[in-house]
């Protein structure tokens, strides 16, 4: 008996073998369950929802690259891309407004102005900074010396802008980034609540009047003691606050969305804001300089942004719409969607990636099952129901297959027509003979395809 033993254990493993293999393998696939959720797309066809949330993402920012007017020389390839509203700062350090009390200079920033307009947008002017010759200690952004003249700066500022050239509609936002640039503080002096007080009284008395927008704060990340801060000053003392600010550069989307949970929180003490726009006024995979910028990840990271959080922000501004005209440390370009003209002046993805979301048209559709890399927004043009999904991943790793289901259509033929964000589209004929059609679509990392379901007859 003794001498079968290794013989009859041999035989037990080989039997327990597929079993310990199996077991192996659901473990491997339940933490791939754990680690996040798979996408499944449903589409009601027939409910929709208010026009596209467009507005969210056709807005573009210009940083401080060169003291001149960057936007006249691409105006056609800015306008292209539908902007509603363009944001442009260093409006009095850079542009030269302020010459002294009461002697102001508008010549250089109404060329910026005036590009503005010509590609179709409003213009978003950040009010900043505190020109030199009028900031204590003689240095750029600080506290001004007098008030009253800076008050007057301002009002001219909005006079000149909404009423004099009568361009309804201009947002003004009270500073780019207080807290670093001049290094303003919600609670203590250099104080914001001042800065904001004092500018916000004049924009309203030089702008009315004429419709426009006022708000702030600008800073440099969502905190929320800024924000409370804001909403107690204005609220207690009449001051108008018609939109809420902040930038966010980060890899990770669900750091935007938690920004949002959190100002639901604040909002939540505040009714009377409840419904204020919320707007993050630059925005971007990284502040720092990134070869993403370059490449197609900065594209798909504003296409997922893009699907997350409308509903839930009003705009966002990606920075900037022009590289400023040396390279960087990295050896990237610059944080643009445009090259400097000393680089050809060549769009990149990310230009890219908003013409893809304009192809959203009409209104927007009931759908619900995005997943944790894979989301999506639907819309109803005509008769065609889009659907897009994004597969974002910031380690260009995950793949999936998603299936797309269609509710509430009529059985009938259509044309499924799949246009992949920088490629080119194919189309197939389906026979629907079902309420419910489904389409299994397969997504490489960092891919985006834009599907459109058309019948033949109805």
């Known amino acids: 008996m003794k001498q079968n033993q290794p013989l009859k254990k041999t035989i037990l493993l080989l039997l327990f073998l597929p079993i310990v293999v199996l077991a192996v393998k659901t473990v491997v696939d339940l933490r791939k369950g754990a680690a996040g959720i798979p996408a499944n797309i449903i589409v009601n066809t027939k409910s929709t929802q208010g026009p596209v949330p467009s507005n969210l993402w056709q807005n573009l920012a210009q940083g401080g690259e060169e003291a001149k007017d960057m936007i006249q020389p691409v105006i056609s390839q800015v306008k292209a891309l539908q902007p509603k509203l363009i944001r442009v700062d260093h409006l009095y350090d850079y542009y030269n407004v302020y010459i002294g009390p009461g002697n102001y200079d508008f010549s250089r920033l109404d060329q910026v102005v005036n590009s503005i307009l010509a590609t179709g947008a409003k213009p978003m002017l950040s009010i900043s900074y505190t020109p030199a010759n009028m900031a ?10 007098d008030w009253n003249e800076w008050s007057n700066l301002v009002f001219s500022t909005a006079k000149r802008y909404s009423v004099d050239k009568k361009i309804s509609g201009i947002y003004y936002e009270v500073w780019n980034e207080p807290d670093l640039f001049g290094g303003w503080h919600y609670g203590r002096n250099p104080s914001y609540s001042t800065l904001y007080s004092y500018t916000a009284t004049a924009i309203q008395k030089g702008a009315s009047p004429i419709p426009h927008k006022i708000g702030g ?31 966010k550069y980060s890899k990770n989307t669900q750091d935007y969305l938690n920004d949002f949970e959190n100002l639901n929180k604040i909002l939540s003490d505040y009714p009377q804001y409840f419904n204020i726009e919320r707007l993050i006024t630059e925005v971007g995979p990284n502040s720092e300089p990134d070869i993403w910028y370059d490449n197609k990840m900065s594209g798909i990271h504003l296409i997922s942004l893009a699907t997350q959080l409308s509903g839930k922000i009003h705009k966002i ?62 819309t109803k043009n005509s008769q065609t129901s889009q659907v897009l999904l994004v597969n974002y991943d910031s380690r260009n790793q995950h793949l999936e297959s998603v299936p797309v289901t269609f509710q509430n259509l009529i059985p009938t033929k259509y044309q499924l027509k799949k246009t992949p964000y920088l490629g080119s589209y194919t189309t197939k004929i389906i026979n629907v003979t079902q309420s419910v059609h489904t389409e299994n679509i397969y997504m490489e990392p960092n891919t985006a395809i834009l599907l459109e379901l058309t019948p033949l007859s109805f």
């Not at 204590?136 to 600080?142: I, P, S, T």
């Not at 969607?337 to 893809?356: C, D, L, V, W």
């Not at 927007?364 to 927004?377: F, K």
């Open 136 to 145: 204590q200690d003689n240095k750029v952004a600080n506290q001004p010396t």
């Open 217 to 247: 704060p600008a800073i440099t990340a969502y905190y929320s003691n800024w924000i409370k801060s804001l909403f107690k000053l204005c609220s207690k003392n009449h001051i108008p606050l018609d939109f809420i600010s902040w930038h």
């Open 317 to 378: 501004f990606p920075f900037e719409i022009i590289d400023g005209p040396t390279k960087r440390h990295d050896h990237s370009l610059g944080w643009g969607m445009i090259s400097h003209s000393t680089n050809g002046a060549k769009e990149k993805p990310r230009y890219y990636a908003i013409q893809f979301l304009n192809k959203l048209q009409g209104q927007r559709l009931a759908s619900t099952g995005d997943g944790s890399w894979v989301t999506s927004l639907s």
